[in-house]
């Protein structure tokens, strides 16, 4: 017998069909003999839809309030899928986040897990019974709910992994792994059998949506092995898990685009200690995580800088640093939103050199003009029009020989 956390996102549960689809699975890991933890998302559009209702009505909606409204899209999701087991003859039962015991920091719409009690989880699967948890929410010691960030059904999966001790976590999607490149921005995408937890992170926080960065940020901290596959076809999956000495090998193991970008230029600030730190301040202040940030020499005592915000923060980003240039006594600022953040990342690229100069030339064969360029140990980022970035990563992707072998 084998514990199981088995996660389906919101396309795998964004009808009455699809829910029923997944009762179907659970129901055959059931007659195997199988615990079952089953995760599930709210429907596809559903966290989305609320989200803009929010907004309609306040654009400014305070953070609890928020937390309190997404909660409802996993709540349908969970007594749903419930019903849909009820109905194929299993004992399920339904949990929120905090009955099944997901304690998190203080900090609604972002909050972080800080520990697991999976005592109810325990009783219900020793009395024979499978769990279905709602996603992306938890509980902060004084019993409010929070949520996890967007995406943070895979957080809520890759924790009660960890929580319940489970043999295999498998996160279920609309495509059947991780691929080389977004499958539908690259038709030509590879799918990857295994991935080390370093190069998914990477590729999660630079924009490749099939898993949340901070999900696997937990299953790297606590070595939690996953598997993403899909809801509707039986292929094998990606495996996740931790670097291989072989996985060195392959110097780009894929390249991330991403949209969700924007750029901010602060041109002629006072050249002087203290003026970044102050624009900084005012943007950690205002909660805006910058991604890329490039100054240039000063000369005749000004100086330019340039950097990247999510684009929601745009005009969040905006206000702060008008202000705090009017405290700073000069400065203008730009803001440019139709941008993209193009990056490939291996481990490879840690013991191999010419993989800045390979995606230069690729970059120059698309004619994709480089604005600014970042680098790690695995990673070379850069950021070029939003125009024809779609074209610019097939090239990249072909250029790394990613492409897939014709059939
Ligand atoms: P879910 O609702 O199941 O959580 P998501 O929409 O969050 O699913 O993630 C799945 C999507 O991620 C896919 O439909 C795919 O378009 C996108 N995606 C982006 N980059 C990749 C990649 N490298 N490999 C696979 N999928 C990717
Ligand atoms: N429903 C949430 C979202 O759309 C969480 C998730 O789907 O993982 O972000
Ligand atoms: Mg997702």
New binding site residues.
Partial sequence: MARIVKK?????VGDIERIKNVARLVKKECDLGNEVVVVV?AR?GVTNELISRAKAINPDPEDREMDMLLVAGEQETIALTAMALHAEGIDAFSMTGAMAGIRTDPYHTRARIVSMDCEEIEKHLMEGRVVIVAGFQGVNDRGQITTLGR?G??LSAVALAKGVNADLCQ?????D????????VVPN?RKIPEISYEEMLE?ASLG???MQARSVEFANNHNVTFEVRSSFNDNPGTIVKQEASSMEDVVVR?V?LDRNQSKITISNIPDRPGSAAKIFQGLTDSNVVVDMIVQNIGRNGVANITFTVPRDDSSRSLQSVNKVLEELGGGEVELVENIAKLSVVGVGMRSHSGVATALFAALSEAKANIQLISTSEIKISVVIDEEGAGEATRIVHTAFGLDKEED
């Fill in positions: 389906f996102g919101g396309t795998s998302s596809s995406g059904s895979d996160i279920f999607t609309d495509v792994g991780v691929y080389t490149a977004d499958p539908r995408a590729l490749t949506k099939v894929g991330a």
